[in-house]
């Protein structure tokens, strides 16, 4: 049968240009239909912003706020004033934050003017990336001034530390191997990243015991020590919402939204590291992507040079880490990095 002979509607379906069967559809107004279910609002850091949006795709009749704990004092002036705005939300889902982010007190405050407020536990686990370290000088919250690094904050504290001993870049890439990775415990990370973890959840009486056993069996969770994958948040996601009373959605959150945070930073798990748990591993630095472009990628050699050459132009208090403090204080460790 010739294309000519098929019917119009048929013949547009073949053909790029043509309008499609379905352009009144879409040319209907796109604007979503109110949400008239129980107000939710949300607090709290980048994890707490893709919480936000799983609730919006897991409870589609209900209006989700979210408030970036970094901009509390800019948006709302004091806890005061937030406290009445969560107070119009029927369910409130805050992160633990200490005081010196909005006059008037921390999160445990903001519990007791708002009692109907959930706390929810940050994620943090270093088991995949026990090597990654913050520098920089806090004497309290608002003097926190974190050093640089090619990967926005993140550093390496192997890098980190051969640099304060003076060892040159090709010596440092050298210092990425299994045999230092055992002598500084980061092939024995496991069960601590564990307990810490499951300590901080359950000290704000959010325990994550089921959660992390069904995490690990999905393999890596993480894509760096404070970023969780969009499956732990959406499984938090849901269970704040069933605990809350309600009932969310049956669907994968990354199915539907993707993964947020693999537009940020991915810091990779080292092949030494990866092996303990039987996963694939590299040397791939990934920086954060920023608005149409590629993301910046280095490897290990890359790294080492970008960090150097920011740290070359920083003080030593500008780097103020305290494993690299610990580690100029043990002999054993200082002779092993300028051993090679």
Known sequence: ????????????????????????????????????????????????????????????????????????????????????????????????????????????????????????????????????????????????KLAPSPLGQYHSAIALFAHRLGLDAGKTVALFREEVFGRLGYLDHWDPAVRELAAAAAQVGFPLDRELTRWARRGAFMHLMNHPKAFVLGDIAKR??????????????????????????????????????GLTGSYLFKARATAGHFPVLYDLPGFI?????????LSAGDLHCPRVEAWLSAPDIVAMFRAG
């Open 240 to 277: 704040l919402l069933r605990e809350g009373g309600l009932s969310p959605e049956p669907v994968e959150v990354e199915d539907y939204l993707g993964d947020e945070l693999t537009q940020d930073v991915v810091w990779p798990i080292y092949p030494p590291i990866a092996e303990q748990f």
């Open 1 to 144: 049968m010739a294309l000519t002979d098929l019917p119009r509607r048929a013949r547009q379906a073949f053909s790029l240009s043509a309008p499609s069967w379905a352009t009144a559809w879409r040319d209907r107004s796109r604007r979503a239909p109110p949400r008239t279910g129980p107000s939710i609002a949300v607090i709290g850091n980048c994890q707490a912003r893709v919480l936000a949006q799983a609730m919006r795709l897991l409870a589609p009749e209900s209006p989700v706020r979210y408030l970036s704990m970094g901009t509390l004092k800019r948006d709302h002036g004091h806890l005061d004033g937030l406290a009445r705005l969560l107070r119009g939300h029927d369910h409130v889902f805050s992160q633990a934050f200490p005081a010196g982010l909005i006059p008037g007190g921390d999160s445990a405050q903001l519990r007791e003017a708002v009692p109907r407020l959930t706390l929810v536990p940050s994620i943090v686990f270093s088991a995949f990336h026990p090597d990654m370290v913050y520098a920089g000088a806090a004497s309290d919250l608002a003097a926190l």
């Open 305 to 313: 040079a970008a960090s150097f050459a920011m740290y070359d132009g």
